[in-house]
């Protein structure tokens, strides 16, 4: 069955930066394109950023353009969140999720447990 | 493109029908998808394509609409249905949720 564990999570001080993976399992990950999707604590989800399977196409959020970088390593079957400069309203659950096509304009099918990202000094 | 959920708290009792609203903002066509969230747990796919159930996801739910406007009913709730619900739009970037239904026991 699909599976999908983020890791490297933690808390850090405003201006510094952080590393998230993603390590999905149960089906052929270059197949399908990945997305981030964050949640501020007591909040509503807020969708972060995506990447195509082959990991050309990228989108972000306006509130992250800039500062965070989505990218994914095939060979190694990771996905990733490169986080640079976070903010205390970066504080949030971060979910990994798959999308069931390889590009745009599919829907959101599976996700991750999620990983707790705290921002604060 | 902003998706406005209504009502943002829905008190219901076990064996209830409800129905959630979900207005987009411009025309998404059926680019709309639902997910249940639990208190401290990931969400989980309910929806797509507005009225399409995802895999292993009971009749009780079922999702309507298309354009701007958009319902999730569930019906004959039991107790594990009451959760949060989210919609949300894939047609167009941003990628938006809704703000989220808490449907709570009454």
């Known amino acids: 069955q699909v599976q999908l564990v983020e890791s490297g999570g933690g808390v850090v001080q405003p201006g510094r930066s952080l590393r998230l993976s993603c390590a999905p399992s149960g089906f052929t990950f270059n197949t399908y394109a990945m997305h981030w999707v964050r949640q501020a604590p007591g909040k509503g989800l807020q969708w972060v950023a995506d990447?195509?399977?082959?990991?050309?196409?990228?989108y972000y959020a306006d509130s992250v353009k800039g500062r965070f970088t989505i990218s994914r390593d095939n060979s190694k079957n990771t996905l990733y969140l490169q986080m640079n400069s976070l903010r205390a309203d970066d504080t949030a659950i971060y979910f990994c999720?798959?999308?069931?096509?390889?590009?745009?304009?599919?829907?959101?099918?599976?996700w991750g447990q999620g990983t707790p990202v705290t921002v604060s000094s | 493109i902003q998706m406005t959920q209504s009502p943002s708290t829905l008190s219901a009792s076990v064996g209830d029908r409800v129905t959630i609203t979900c207005r987009a903002s411009q025309d998404i066509s059926s680019y709309l998808a639902w997910f249940q969230q639990k208190p401290g747990k990931a969400p989980q796919s309910l929806i797509y394509g507005a009225s399409t159930l995802h895999s292993g996801v009971p009749s009780k739910f079922s999702g309507s609409g298309s354009g701007t406007d958009f319902t999730l009913t569930i019906s004959s709730l039991q107790p594990e249905d009451f959760a949060t619900y989210y919609c949300q739009q894939y047609k167009t970037y941003p990628i938006t949720f809704g703000q989220g239904t808490r449907l709570d026991i009454k």
């Open positions: 999720a798959r999308s069931s096509g390889s590009g745009s304009s599919y829907r959101i099918d599976y």
């Open positions: 990447i195509s399977s082959g990991g050309i196409d990228k």
